[in-house]
């Protein structure tokens, strides 16, 4: 069991109110807090486990705020209050628990109603510490898709003392406008030139094609398909056996078994040069042509933004395009000596340098739209602070996936941050 140096050096009761008077431990110790699993009204069957949910992503946040503050484990919060404490609880009893059998500071509890997405939490905190408040109840409340984040961000707030440190979040910054952006860095984001600046379109899962009234050109992007057939097609293309000219018949699969399910379609752009310590903005146009995407769905499109480098990890094989290409197999190739197998890398790192470059950083643009509407997307990356050191090339990647059907993409745009703010 945890020791601290606290205790209650007296408890008085003031016409149902509680003061504690109470030691304190030394500054240079951690402030160890408890949060007992919050109690929620209604039938287990109807109410889930969302009080116990909340009070783990509490538990979480105190944890990240370094050394300071320390929490105590879910396992030992069960093991010595298996039940939850409504806000009915005693505060004396509560700081009993937490001097006599945590060694805790402050000790948190409290009520959870949760209806649809919106929660309220009537929350009670108590703090052994001298010079704290000893005892605070407050209701914290929210409505939105994130409401657990949002109402356990609350909670820490109030206990700690502090705001805590925040990410930029999609739709914290205006986007600019087409003045301020001035050119995108990645060629042909408009797909008016076809498939310039992006790897070829497959002609089964991907398209590059003329737009409807009002846009010149399109990427055109279908996940409907039968998967087994599909991958093999690509791999046929990657190796040089099959030609886009000529593209496979693949038939349409609306399971979770299809492409949409699995793997989804990436249409890759060009190898952009990183500027590291630079900040981006990346916009999108996209239209769900046949996909039903429904408002709360975890699935949607995305248009990833991934950094790469130069890894000497990298060099430690041959990639299935390079042995295609020289015409050996895998088992060849590995029964060759070390030396021959470091040369025949080494040429082919030479002659295609980025065959061998390494993720080592991705963000992505989350494209929320309704079947049959265009919408535009726009946001800053990275979130918080720079673009790290180590990023020397950049690539989108036009991800589409679930529901399966058939997506419109256009104005997918690069740009350098003009007044950057570091």
């Known amino acids: 069991m945890l020791k601290l140096r606290v205790w209650l050096a007296g408890l008085v009761l003031l016409g149902g109110a509680v003061l504690f008077c109470t030691g304190q431990a030394r500054a240079d110790e951690p402030v160890f807090v408890a949060v007992f699993n919050f109690a929620q009204p209604g039938p287990q069957s109807e109410r889930g486990n969302y009080g116990a949910q909340l009070a783990d992503s509490v538990r979480l946040k105190i944890r990240r705020q370094g050394q300071a503050w320390r929490v105590i484990d879910k396992l030992t919060m069960n093991e010595i209050c298996p039940e939850p404490l409504g806000k009915q609880a005693k505060s004396a009893t509560v700081a009993r628990i937490l001097a006599d059998q945590l060694g805790a500071h402050i000790g948190v509890y409290g009520l959870v109603r949760k209806t649809g997405q919106a929660v309220r939490a009537e929350i009670s905190c108590i703090d052994l510490r001298k010079g704290t408040e000893p005892v605070w109840s407050r209701v914290f409340a929210d409505d939105t898709a994130r409401s657990r984040a949002v109402i356990a961000r609350q909670i820490v707030q109030a206990i700690i003392g502090r705001e805590l440190w925040k990410p930029v979040e999609y739709g914290d910054q205006p986007e600019p406008t087409a003045a301020e952006f001035g050119k995108p860095i990645n060629p042909n984001g408009s797909f ?26 399109v990427l055109r992007v279908r996940t409907d398909l039968l998967r087994d057939p599909w991958l093999a097609y690509r791999r046929d293309l990657l190796l040089g056996r099959a030609s886009p000219a000529k593209p496979a018949k693949v038939p349409r699969d609306t399971s979770y078994s299809s492409v949409a399910g699995l793997e989804g379609v990436h249409v890759r752009s060009e190898w952009i040069p990183a500027k590291p310590g630079q900040r981006y903005w990346l916009t999108a146009d996209m239209c769900p042509v046949s996909a039903p995407l429904r408002e709360g769905i975890s699935a949607f499109p995305k248009v990833f933004v991934k950094g ?106 690069l740009y350098v941050e003009a007044n950057q703010k570091k």
């Open 192 to 217: 008016d030139l076809g498939h310039a600046g992006w790897e070829r379109a497959d002609n089964v899962s991907t398209f590059f094609e003329p737009g409807p009234p009002g846009r010149r050109g």
């Open 308 to 413: 790469f480098r130069q890894t000497t990890s990298a060099t430690d094989g041959l990639p299935e395009r390079a042995l295609a290409e020289l015409g050996i197999t895998p088992q060849q190739f590995a029964a060759m000596d070390d030396a021959r197998q470091r040369k025949l890398i080494a040429r082919d790192a030479k002659l295609h340098p980025k065959r061998y470059l390494r993720e080592c950083y991705r963000w992505y643009l989350p494209c929320r739209g309704k079947q049959g509407q265009w919408s535009h997307f726009a946001a800053p990356f990275p979130p918080a602070g720079p673009l790290p050191k180590n990023v020397e090339y950049l690539q989108i990647q036009i991800y589409t996936y679930w529901p399966p059907g058939e997506y419109l993409w256009d104005n997918v745009h």
